[in-house]
């Protein structure tokens, strides 16, 4: 009898009218138009009291029905963001951050930057004085609560896409709950797609004698409110393949040319999995079958991935051209977080790139991985948005009712806890397993995890963050271990190229994708390969790039990525402010690249391995877990294979290979974290 009473609102008339894609130009009124005729308009009332009446507000509707770009406009409109206050909107993903806060300013008619801002990391495009409505990664908002704990500045928080449960999303759950417990003014309002909304809703139900004292007085509802917005998509048919197929690529492709020759007119989406087979895909359309097929290009084939450059962005929501038929090939962005209006055929590979951790070995990968039925569903969804439509899933139906996973893991249980560790001790948590998680992590992930961080000096004996490291750690936004290496490299007097390095590693890809042109690729990357390995190959290119004049045509000269260069550029200054503020100053170790090395062990001595002796294909093993390694085809150690590695992360893919890898000498190591491996069995070959 203590659950929460849901308040549901019923959409009366149901239907959704659709409207053809806008051309970017669109005029203000047309604009207008657009904004009323989306599902959530009808509900633009009732949100508005739910927010006032009600601490927490929990939307679910269906992907393209205006949550992300609506409700913080209405909150803006109802006077939430005035007295300076801002309106927050947080999203798992960087790219989905741009899109819709480029989009809201559209519709507003502003600029962005000022009254609509976005920030991602190492990206502020907000004006303090001006900025209403703020969109942001989840990340980046935990990060502000270094500086204001209680995120004193905003009036609303809405917490977007929570369906996905992202590692952020979860952290920065637990940690508004805790807020609002202190600050019963805010507001929070959760959205998704999808949600198990009853258990949302029970683990934000705080009680009264919960609140502080002084808080109790001016205090809203504090049972949450659930409003579900109907939005009706059309059916959408959908079909299977008789057998599995073998290469979902190559699947995917003959699939749409398929649907090209024999279905009406609509664009089709794609889901693949990353950077690597989208651009492969991509290629296989335009190239072979718009010439070799003796055909004018009537397909207009667009790649869609985070990291995309944002003229290319803009293409995928442009109106397709007439007489031409678009086909975006993404990653499961499209699923939930960004909608295309004209797409009527949907080809679903039952794939995505998760994370995942094992804490046994204490390995973290990108692995490609069969999606869940949930996210079978949203992706045959995106079908019927202008009509009724089709989805074509690449594996059987057999497959499908009783192998496939009903819903995904949660990421909090499948990642490395390291910086989720750091972010919650620098804002005062200790008890991390005792905090109120939506999901639990493991014990065993957090045990790893601390023993890591003991090792490299960012926790002391009593898990406390240790001065100074450990604070300058979690000051950094970075991966720890990236951190650890440049905060290193300032004492051996080297910060001067780490902190290049960290940005170049910071980036995507410095390399163009290849499939189909290895020999130039690998005559270009001998250009600047250096025995050392790839973080001092990078060096050289980015060298090599300030000399050229930041020029793009030396960039495509040598399969260099120009837009990844230019980004590279950018957080290396952005970094170098960091540091000065912490202090530090940066100092060239004048080509020691012993020093570099080293630095770049203090960081990373966890993830050495080692050549198996007489392995002919260039095994290593992991010296934490004797895991088998091999090292990534895109590095500049690939087939030389020196004795040993260390890597920078991890891609599972046939195998399990090493992106990012330097030569060591197996002496550092044992230097640099003397206690992380002389708790480990000894390997004989270190002593
Ligand atoms: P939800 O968050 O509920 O999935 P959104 O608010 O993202 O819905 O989208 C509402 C509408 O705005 C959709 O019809 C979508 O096509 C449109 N839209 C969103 N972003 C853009 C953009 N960058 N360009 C053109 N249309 C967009
Ligand atoms: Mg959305």
């Not at 269906?62 to 947080?90: D, F, M, N």
């Amino acid at each position: 009898s203590e659950r929460p009473t849901p308040l549901l609102v019923d959409d009366e008339e149901g239907g959704v009218l659709f409207v053809s894609n806008p051309a970017s130009s669109s005029s203000s009124s047309q604009l207008e138009r657009l904004r009323q005729r989306l599902p959530v308009y009808k509900y633009r009332e009732a949100i508005l009291y739910l927010v006032e009446n009600h601490a927490t507000s929990i939307i679910v509707g269906e992907t393209g029905s205006g949550k992300t770009t609506q409700i913080p406009q209405y909150l803006k409109e109802a006077g939430w963001a005035e007295g300076g206050r801002v309106i927050a909107c947080t999203q798992p993903r960087r790219l989905a951050v741009q899109s819709v806060a480029s989009r809201v300013a559209e519709e507003m008619g502003v600029k962005l930057g000022e009254e609509v801002g976005y920030t991602i990391r190492f990206e502020d495009q907000t004006n303090p004085g001006l900025t209403m409505i703020k969109f942001l990664t989840d990340g980046v908002l935990i990060r502000e609560m270094m500086d204001d704990p209680l995120l004193t500045k905003y009036s609303v928080i809405m917490v977007d896409e929570a369906h996905e449960r992202s590692l952020s999303t979860d952290i920065l759950l637990g940690l508004l709950k805790k807020i609002q417990r202190r600050r019963p003014d805010l507001r929070l309002v959760i959205s998704s797609a999808t949600i198990e909304a009853k258990s949302m809703a029970s683990f934000f139900h705080i009680r009264r004698k919960n609140l502080r004292n002084d808080a109790i007085d001016a205090a809203p509802n504090q049972e949450p409110a659930i409003l579900s917005v109907e939005g009706k998509g059309y059916t959408v048919e959908i079909h299977y393949v008789e057998e599995p197929v073998s290469d979902y690529l190559q699947a995917s492709v003959e699939t749409v040319i398929s649907i090209h020759d024999k279905e009406g007119p609509g664009d089709v989406l794609v889901f693949l999995t990353g950077q690597d087979d989208i651009e492969a895909a991509v290629k296989m359309l335009t190239d072979e079958y718009n010439y070799s097929r003796g055909r004018s290009s009537d397909l207009l084939v667009l790649p869609l991935y985070s990291g995309l450059p944002r003229g290319e962005q803009d293409l995928i929501f442009a109106p397709t051209p007439r007489g031409k038929r678009k086909v975006v090939i993404s990653t499961n962005i499209a699923e939930t977080s960004l909608t295309l209006e004209g797409v009527v055929y949907v080809v679903d590979s039952g794939f995505s790139k998760q994370k995942f951790y094992n804490p046994i070995s204490d390995i973290e990968s990108l692995v490609t991985a069969p999606i869940s039925k949930a996210s079978a569903r949203q992706r045959a969804g995106r079908a019927g948005r202008l009509r009724p439509g089709k989805c074509f899933r690449l594996y059987t139906e057999e497959y499908y009712l009783r192998d496939m996973p009903s819903e995904g893991i949660p990421e909090i249980q499948r990642s490395n806890l390291v910086s989720c560790i750091i972010q919650m001790k620098a804002l005062g948590i200790d008890n991390i397993l005792g905090f109120d998680w939506l999901s639990s992590p493991s014990a065993e992930a957090m045990v790893r995890a601390l023993e890591v961080l003991y090792s490299l000096g960012i926790l002391d004996e009593d898990a406390k963050l240790t001065s100074p490291l450990g604070f300058q750690v979690a000051e950094l936004p970075l991966d720890p271990m990236v951190s650890k290496m440049l905060l290193s490299s300032c004492e051996l007097g080297c910060s001067e190229e780490i902190v290049i390095i960290a940005a170049m590693l910071s980036v995507q890809s410095i390399w163009v994708s290849t499939r189909g042109v290895h020999k130039e690729f690998d005559e270009a990357k001998l250009r600047f390969a250096v025995a050392e390995g790839d973080h001092v190959a990078y060096l050289n290119v980015y060298k090599g790039f300030l000399q050229s004049g930041k020029s793009s045509q030396w960039c495509y000269r040598n399969f260099i990525n120009y837009q990844a260069m230019k980004k590279a550029i950018d957080i290396r200054e952005q970094l170098v402010r960091l540091l000065k503020r912490l202090g530090l100053t940066l100092k060239s170790c004048e080509g020691d690249l012993k020093m570099l090395r080293k630095a770049i062990i203090s960081g990373f001595f966890a993830h050495a391995c080692q050549l198996e002796e007489y392995s002919p294909n260039g095994m290593y093993k992991t010296l934490r877990s004797s895991q088998e390694v091999y090292i990534h085809p895109s590095s500049v150690l690939f087939r030389v294979n020196p004795k040993w590695v260390v890597y920078h992360s991890l891609v599972l893919t046939d195998k399990q290979y090493a992106r990012n890898v330097i030569a060591i000498d197996p002496a550092w190591l044992i230097e640099a974290a003397p206690h992380f491996y002389q708790l480990r069995k000894p390997n004989p070959a270190l002593f």
